[in-house]
């Protein structure tokens, strides 16, 4: 009878669990079992063959992956710089005006991304918003500002700002003010502050933030198509490529593996360096 | 035992939620009561639907509308043959994909192949396109269009885009002035011609060598790619771009109906294949293989014959297209003149004389790879 209290906890959330994992693993599982069925089958009837990791290889679809990691990378960094003072006001100083920026930035989220991102496209071609304005005030044009890179990149932080926000904002208000007074009565210089204090106790906050911004931004497809022109094909968009025009299955579900190997071993990696419970509240000590 | 009455209800309760998410077998049965549509936007449309509801009062009907073909056609190779009755796609797709996969079912000829008398004289009976080869009437032609490329005639004459044709996306001035309109599929057909390739025939390793090239020069020389065509129309209007590579009257109707009529379709006035050098698509709409099929569905086809519903799908939201049905004067009688020159009549006929009709591209497999691999790089 003992032992069948020991494991009441596992039976009780065995049905959860069971329900989790074939909602949740199930299409990862179809996903990667189309990843290795020959090229352009639709069905996981066939023998594997892991031909479409050969494609992967042989076609320079490298290029996309880099270019995702690499602007997502950059927004997240951008965003961190960005939202961390801002975050810092929301936490420490703002007060109840942290309540207003809160609903300010949370109103965009009820806008869909692409129609906010249309509007900036809107804004800055030629003949927009602000080149127009420009050259009718002073009679000087120039030429629209998007179809490349940084705007890209500048839409993947305009889109992601929240979710760097809110966490940080989390982990700064984790940072007892006891701590930050007592090293500053040690003599330590306001940077020393930053570094010894504010980064370390706020870490949780830091790498949520960077987590969902980096996963977010680099299966992002959105920002490349409507501000980028596609000046660079992100990895997101190969996919959607192989799935509908190649009609290759096998090829996309390769790719989305890819990825999601990729971005799952950053996140559990980060996961692993913070102490998540402390964020959620659950700090049992 | 430690297990209370008061736990064991809860587990149980929790067991039975969980196979409250896994419904045993599908309830619904009879499907005089229902119809869905999955089509490209138009018939989707109150004006078309709203009619054909009151007609069959006690019928749901649903349809909704796609983005492509490829993601119709995977909605129903993922299973969703159980889901719908028709399917609207562009013919290629229609006989390449869809009927050899079992998709698709045949029509009966009885009862639709009389509705091609009344149409114009490139869809007369018997309308090769709507057919498979073996013989069976697999969907129903209405919305059709010249689709090759588009230019603001305030910066490249009409004429001088239909003489040149698709080598003015090859000339060294036009770099940087011109978008790719990103529908994969119809940029490699263009690419070819481009290329002096017949798309419609296999291209071997000299063709695919020429087809490499100009899709990089094509690419290379572009100043934006997007899949929209309103982001598009609106760049070619404010002047970012002078031309877009892959569109027709499909993509430019909606600025000439805005009157901007400045954004032209053009189909070059010769090409690479029998003299020939612009392609247009043609819609069909087919009968889902559904295993329980719904008696709705050929009535629908039937349905949207008639005048008014035809003017329905062919000026529906989005965009304005030519349909089929406009040799019938009765349908031709709903259009005004600013409808007509947002289609581009004045040019239709001579525009269809100089197109390909879109077909299965036979080594699609290799130019797809060359594409993909051309517009990352």
Known sequence: ?285 | MTLTRRQFTQRTLGALGAAGLFPAGSAIAGRTDQMNILCWEGYNTDEVLGPFRKAHPGAAVRAESGTSDPDMINKLRAGEVNVWDLINVNQPWARGQLYPAGLIKPLNKERFEPYFEKMLPEFAAPYPLAYADDGNLIGMPQRYGPFSFVVNTDKISRETAEDQGWKLFLDPAMKGRYGVLTYDNWNIIHMCLTADLNPFAPIDGAGQAAFKAVAEQIFGNAKLLTDDLVAMNTALINGEIDAYFTGGTYTASPARYDGATNVRGITPSSGPVDGKGGVVWIELTSAVNNPDPSPLAEDFLEFVQQPDICKAVAFTEGTYNPIAQMANPEVRARFDTEELDAIQMDSLEEEMARSLDYQIVPSYDALIDIYTQARRS
């Open chain 1, 1 to 285: 009878m003992k032992s069948i209290d020991h494991k009441l906890g596992f039976l009780n959330a065995l049905p959860l669990t069971l329900v989790l994992g074939v909602s949740f693993l199930m299409p990862l599982l179809v996903i990667a079992g189309f990843s290795v069925m020959p090229q352009k089958v639709f069905s996981l009837l066939h023998l594997p063959d892991f031909s479409s990791f050969a494609v992967i290889l042989k076609q320079g679809y490298y290029k996309s992956l880099l270019w995702s990691l690499g602007m997502a990378a950059a927004a997240t960094v951008i965003l961190f710089v960005i939202c961390w003072p801002l975050a810092y006001g929301m936490a420490k100083v703002f007060g109840r005006f942290s309540l207003v920026l809160t609903i300010a930035v949370v109103m965009t989220l009820f806008v869909s991304e692409n129609i906010r991102l249309f509007g900036w496209s809107l804004t800055l071609m030629k003949g927009g918003l602000f080149e127009g304005h420009m050259r009718a005030w002073f009679g000087v044009g120039f030429d629209g500002l998007l179809y490349n890179v940084p705007i890209i990149i500048f839409g993947l932080v305009y889109v992601y700002f929240p979710f760097m926000l809110f966490p940080l904002a989390q982990g700064i208000s984790m940072v007892p003010d006891d701590a930050r007074q007592a090293a500053t009565d040690l003599g330590a210089t306001r940077l020393q502050v930053l570094r010894h204090i504010d980064l370390p106790l706020a870490a949780p906050g830091i790498m949520v933030g960077s987590l969902l911004t980096f996963v977010l931004a680099a299966g992002a497809a959105a920002e490349s198509k409507i501000l980028g022109g596609q000046a660079v094909i992100v990895i997101a968009d190969d996919v959607e490529t192989a799935f509908t025009f190649g009609q290759n299955w096998p090829l996309g579900a390769a790719l989305s593996l890819i990825l999601i190997l990729i971005i799952g071993a950053i996140a559990v990696y980060g996961i692993s360096k913070v102490d998540l419970d402390a964020i959620m509240g659950r700090k049992g000590r």
